[in-house]
């Protein structure tokens, strides 16, 4: 493995790329957005009066730290130490919200009067409506029909929140397609309006903008890490990826350390596992794609992992060998959903249930090591479609 | 290798210019406005005719959409007409193994409207190629901005295919010239701020766009995204070089038009041009 200058997880380079990967790759009429948001950060991300802001934000409406859980049950059972990083516990359920305050309170500095985002499972539609809530602000989220069909209860809370949610309707009518809608919609109301993008993708410069929001939980994990193991870090540091926010936040809490970094993705949306480079949605990434570079549509039981690329980060830590980065089956998850559920009495979001799953699934050569998870979300959303499997 | 980048693209003039550049120029030269249809490859099983009889109709150039599945910058028309394209099995290869069979009957110059990633998958410089051995002369990918251009236009410039470039509403003033100085064949001004698809009105933007970028270039200037009658057409050629009608034409496309029926809506986008400005 090769460290680039600045170590890993450092600030992209000024045409925003992380190695081979990333980049701005949006129609001209997106470039000035894009650059006034690349602009606006880099003040803000300096700024202590921003930065303090922001931690009041977490801690008093947000609710951080976020707690890091020993799970004795779990542990003995599968001959691991395991260590949940409880992103779970974060209002609105999910490490979500961490990316969508800072996002809304620099919406804000710059004049925006609007938000706009996708989602897929609705956990970042919720976050970004609560946020606009919050704020005050005018809030649109583009959800494609599949998502809005399985994930009702996440639609009503939107509603409830006052965001108007817009169905996807073309394409796979998933993830894929509610970020193909929203980048629409924002190319005409740029100049009101703040795309609040939800995981480490798109253009420059969301993938660094959205892995620094995040970056909160690799942050507190190493320090909750180091006081129970006598300033250690721990093993292996895991978290699922379906576009890498959650893994990129913690990743980078560890990424100048000697832990092992694991992201865990679903076999259907594995484009990692796949490892061929593609432009779509802004940035040079792993992408599905069929042999004309067609998009593929990601097939996974859990609506937020169902997205055919990933962060360029991730592909960068990928391709260097910083992190690995690991396909479990929708079988293994729903093993290991209801395995978390009976040893811990936690029942989490499915995203995180795969890296679970990849604990379980590898527990012969992680024995005796200590593996810190990123449990990114609850699994209350998932329960009524696990009703339906389990039932 | 270096030689052969200095030299003329294949089919340019003695200026340097590309086909579909020199096309052009010759339309304004001779007092007139240039009017490029957009039509959807592999549309149906008559598209290859539809584009031999939109030429026919008076078309100065014709840009050909290869179907991409996430077409960002395309409104409800244009991703209807790629979802169907794309059902019906249209691929790059078979849409270009198409046009190469029929150029000469095309007999004007085309140029190719995609998304980076077909290009990107295919290899930039094979994808150039593939686009030079099809006889086609120009190449736009809306996704690839001055920032990104680079690699795909040097490849594209070795092989003689015109890389157009957009140039936005909101561009700075400093932008646009550099704009205009990497984009090859026309510079394409954008009508709006959104995507492709007809309006009520041509928007104000329109012209006032068009009337920067001329301020700047002496390349032939043409207007698309948001221009879908004769009447907008002829509206924004007061101030720019020739109009780009796409969502307009491909709606006629996907009604089961036909050849004649399209060629006629372009018809009347020529006579309203030229009535205007003769």
């Not at chain 1, 799970?71 to 992103?87: D, F, M, T």
């Not at chain 1, 410069?205 to 721990?234: K, S, T």
């Not at chain 1, 979001?349 to 998870?373: I, K, N, P, Y």
């Amino acid at each position: 493995m090769t460290a680039p200058a600045g170590g890993f997880m450092g600030e992209p380079s000024a045409d925003g790329r992380f190695g081979d990967f990333g980049g701005m790759f949006v129609p001209e009429t997106l470039v000035p957005a894009c650059q006034e948001l690349d602009r606006a950060f880099r003040s803000a991300w300096g700024d202590p009066g921003f930065r303090g802001e922001l931690d009041r934000l977490l801690r008093d409406y947000a609710g951080r730290p976020s707690p890091l859980t020993e799970c004795p049950n779990l542990s003995s059972e599968l001959g691991v130490r395991i260590l949940l990083k409880r992103e779970d516990l974060n209002h609105t359920g999910s490490h979500k919200i961490n990316n969508v305050l800072g996002q809304a309170l620099l919406a804000q500095r710059m004049g925006k009067t609007s938000l706009v985002a996708e989602t897929g499972a609705g956990q970042h539609g919720v976050a970004t409506a609560t946020a606009a809530a919050l704020f005050g602000m005018d809030c649109v989220v583009y959800m494609g029909t599949v998502d809005i069909a399985r994930q009702e209860l996440n639609v009503f809370r939107m509603r409830l929140l006052g965001t108007e949610v817009r169905a996807a309707e073309t394409g796979s009518r998933t993830l894929k397609d509610a970020v193909n809608e929203t980048l629409r919609h924002w190319v005409a109301v740029a100049d009101t309006t703040h795309y609040c993008l939800g995981s480490v993708m798109g253009p420059h410069p969301y993938p660094w903008m959205v892995r620094e929001f995040q970056r909160v939980v690799g942050e507190e994990a190493r320090r909750q890490c180091a006081e129970i193991l006598d300033g250690g870090v721990p093993d292996v540091v895991t978290a699922a990826v379906g576009g890498g926010s959650n893994a990129a936040g913690i990743f980078a809490g560890f990424a100048d350390t000697g832990a092992r970094l694991v992201g865990v993705e679903p076999a259907g949306g594995a484009a990692v596992g796949r490892a061929v480079p593609g432009i779509v949605h802004g940035s040079r990434s792993y992408l599905m794609q069929d042999e004309w570079g067609q998009v593929l549509e990601a097939e996974s039981i859990s609506a937020g992992l169902d997205y055919p690329g990933v962060g360029p980060e991730h592909s960068h830590l990928a391709a260097t060998g910083r992190a690995t980065y690991e396909q479990v089956t929708d079988a293994e998850v729903i093993e290991a959903f209801s395995l978390l559920s009976r040893t811990e009495g936690i029942i989490c979001a499915l995203e995180c249930a795969h890296a679970l799953a990849w604990v379980s699934r590898a527990r012969a050569d992680l024995a005796g090591r200590t593996v810190l998870l990123n449990l990114s979300g609850r699994g209350d959303k998932d329960v009524d479609q696990m009703m339906g499997i389990l039932g | 290798m270096t030689e052969a980048a200095d030299a003329a693209p294949p089919g340019g003039t003695e200026h340097g210019w590309g086909r579909l550049e020199s096309a052009l120029r010759d339309r304004r030269n001779r007092g007139g406005k240039c009017f490029v249809p957009y039509l959807t490859g592999g549309l149906g099983d008559d598209w290859l005719e539809t584009i031999c009889a939109v030429a026919a109709a008076g078309a100065d150039a014709i840009e050909i959409g290869v179907p991409f599945s996430d077409p960002v910058m395309d409104g409800t028309v244009i991703q209807q007409a790629n979802d169907r394209a794309l059902s019906e099995g249209a691929t790059p290869q078979s849409i270009l193994a198409e046009v190469r069979g029929a150029s000469a009957d095309i007999g004007v110059p085309t140029a190719v409207m995609t998304y980076a990633n077909i290009a990107h998958h295919m290899g930039y410089e094979r994808f150039a190629s593939s686009l030079a051995e099809a006889g086609i002369s120009g190449c736009i990918l809306p996704d690839l901005p001055l920032e990104e251009v680079g690699e795909w236009a040097a490849c594209a410039d070795a092989a003689g295919v015109e890389t157009v470039l957009l140039a936005a509403p909101t561009a700075p003033d400093e932008r646009l010239p550099r704009l205009c100085a990497r984009s090859r064949g026309f510079v394409y001004s954008v009508g709006l701020m959104g995507i492709t698809g007809v309006r009520e009105a041509l928007a104000a933007s329109a012209t006032r766009t068009a009337a920067r970028i001329k301020a700047v270039t002496d390349m032939p200037v043409l207007v698309g995204v948001g221009v879908g009658t004769p009447a907008q057409a002829a509206e924004v050629c007061r101030v720019a070089d020739g109009a780009v009608v796409g969502s307009a034409i491909v709606t006629r496309m996907l009604e089961g038009a036909g050849p004649d029926g399209v060629a006629g809506l372009v018809a009347e986008f020529r006579a309203a041009l030229d009535a205007a400005h003769s």
